[in-house]
């Protein structure tokens, strides 16, 4: 049974930082794609960033490039965000995602496996 545990959500100020942590259990992610999504209240989700499996690719959503950054760790089988500058408009729950298929999607549809979900919230 694959599991997947966000944590790292949180209140912070326009402007801040946070560092979002996925451990990743049942599943090796050194062989799966992985990604982050978020749902803000009366929203869709949407794409936020993925990770191919071998770690040497990156994709982000417009609305976060330059201020998000997508990693991981094999050894620890954990998948990170790292968000930088962030703002209001960034409020949402945050999700990681693992994928079967090893081509990147950034259609949420496509992945298998997801998180509960962490509350990230960015005052003004």
């Known amino acids: 049974q694959v599991q997947l545990v966000e944590s790292g959500g949180g209140l912070v100020q326009a402007g801040g930082s946070l560092r979002l942590s996925c451990a990743v259990s049942?599943?090796?992610?050194?062989?799966?794609?992985m990604g982050w999504f978020r749902q803000a209240p009366g929203k869709e989700r949407e794409f936020v960033a993925a990770i191919s499996w071998t770690g040497t690719s990156t994709y982000y959503a417009d609305s976060v490039k330059g201020r998000f950054t997508i990693s991981k760790s094999n050894a620890k089988n954990t998948l990170y965000l790292q968000m930088n500058s962030l703002k209001p408009e960034d409020t949402a729950v945050y999700s990681c995602?693992?994928?079967?298929?090893?081509?990147?999607?950034?259609?949420?549809?496509?992945?298998?496996?997801w998180g509960q979900g962490t509350q990230v919230t960015v005052s003004s």
């Open positions: 995602a693992g994928r079967q298929a090893r081509p990147v999607t950034m259609n949420g549809y496509d992945y298998n496996y």
């Open positions: 049942g599943r090796p992610i050194s062989t799966s794609t």
